[in-house]
């Protein structure tokens, strides 16, 4: 450094900051008074940019085959009956038709279509494990550093530990890999993904995670404008009502294992993971992801809706009568009511997302949110997977659009990953089977 170089100046609180009380560390919501993210030289003046995050919501096993299409463009874009449940937000959606991973059509049916989804990997037979680092936790190990938690992964169904048609069924399991033989371990309980993110170890705790960092949000409320002041109010009562949730669903066991109807269980209790109440869990599960996303405990998170060949059943719908994975292979009325469910939790994050604002965009403008599955219908077609993304990546991708690749030279789904690391500042010359990027994106 020259003798007439100047060192940038530190503002009180940079983008490191954290409300910390016993136990306890919670970062903050993106505040425009504060200088909360952003590299220098942005990092020494208030107002610096929000993150961009990446998500993806996998739902297994297709969706129903005659209503899973969009056309048209910006407000007038039209939504077939399963991509229903998102009208409001057709102006920040992108359909994507005609993608697929080669490797995926080199295998069986069900593992070998879902193993590889977000790598574009081969996949090992035979009950041997091999496949590939996955999108996710590629950004989660170069760029996760900068947030408390490196990549959050969820999932609302446990994994299967068997071989279907000579592959593993861990790959129907798991999207997200850390390394082609390590699958990311999925957290199913959402206790435990609320204490991931806002408490150092995970464990009962004597105090609520707001009664811990109560006193120092008192003190931030002075250093920090009036409008961020209305803005944290409202972050922690949001993280205060999913807290009240989890605490009051686990008290009637709703979350971790069945809830009897008689005084005593007249049947073997079944494992843990497995909700007696999938619209619960899936709501709550949502919530964390939102409150991850909005507190910048994390920039990426997957969230597994259900496995493929998945076996959750949908009382709540009054669709009891066939597990989710032969209903697929129906295409009635009741699983396109099951599709509009999955599709309803996707809705449901974007209108969370959408109501907090970042400057001059939404969450979910600067967001990337896949949804996605390993097939387009029941029937296993894995060479035109069905596929929509929600949010600009904070201006960076045009939305309100159907991008048709079908016919196409270079339709994989590993370009489309390679042009979404871009989006990321990650510049790489090869993702997968892939070097070239998505065009048109």
Not at 283 to 306: H, S
Not at 397 to 426: A, H, Q, W
Request: hydrophobic letters at 40%.
């Amino acid at each position: 450094m020259t003798p007439n170089s100047t060192l940038p100046v530190r503002h009180p609180l940079d983008r490191r900051t954290f409300l910390r009380g016993l136990g306890v560390t919670m970062a903050l919501p993106w505040l425009e008074s504060l200088t909360v993210w952003g590299d220098e030289p942005a990092a020494a003046e208030p107002g610096s940019q929000p993150p961009v995050r990446f998500a993806c919501l996998f739902a297994g096993n297709g969706f129903h085959s005659k209503e899973w299409w969009a056309k048209g463009r910006g407000a007038g874009l039209e939504l077939g009956q399963v991509l229903a449940p998102l009208h409001d937000f057709r102006e920040k959606l992108l359909f994507i038709r005609g993608l697929y991973n080669q490797e995926a059509l080199k295998g069986n049916i069900h593992s070998s279509q879902t193993g590889n989804l977000l790598s574009g990997a081969p996949l090992a037979s035979g009950g041997e494990i091999r496949s590939g680092i996955s999108i996710d936790q590629l950004l989660a190990q170069q760029i996760g550093g900068q947030t408390k938690i490196p990549s959050l992964v969820l999932g609302c169904e446990p994994s299967i530990a068997a071989v279907h048609k000579n592959y593993s069924m861990l790959y129907s399991s798991h999207i997200s890999w850390s390394s082609p033989t390590t699958p990311t371990p999925l957290e199913v309980y959402p206790a435990l993904a609320f204490d991931r993110l806002f408490k150092d170890e995970v464990s009962q705790a004597d105090k609520s995670v707001l009664d811990a960092v109560l006193e120092e949000a008192a003190g931030l409320r002075g250093r920090i404008s009036f409008a961020d002041r209305a803005k944290l109010d409202e972050y922690l009562t949001s993280v205060r009502e999913v807290e009240q949730r989890i605490e009051q669903a686990g008290k009637s066991n709703r979350l971790q294992g069945w809830r009897p109807a008689f005084d005593k269980p007249n049947i073997p209790r079944p494992p843990d993971g497995v909700p007696q109440d999938i619209d619960e869990h899936m709501r709550l599960m949502c919530d964390v992801f939102v409150l991850a996303f909005q507190t910048d405990t994390t920039r990426f998170c997957t969230l597994k809706l259900n496995n493929d060949h998945s076996s959750l059943r949908f009382p709540n719908l009054g669709v009891d009568y066939m597990i989710h994975h032969l209903l697929s292979h129906t295409d009635s009325a009741d699983w396109l009511k099951v599709n509009q469910f999955f599709v309803r939790q996707l809705a449901y994050i974007a209108g969370k997302l959408n109501a907090i604002q970042e400057g001059p965009r939404t969450a979910l403008d600067n967001s990337v949110i896949m949804f996605c599955s390993s097939m387009l219908t029941g029937n296993h077609e894995a060479d035109n997977l069905p596929l929509i993304t929600l949010g600009s990546a904070g201006g960076q991708i045009e939305t309100g659009r159907v991008l048709d690749y079908l016919g196409k030279p270079n339709r994989k789904m590993c370009s489309l990953y390679l042009s979404l690391l871009d989006r990321f500042g990650m510049h790489l010359d090869r993702f997968g089977d892939s070097t070239e990027r998505l065009a048109e994106l």
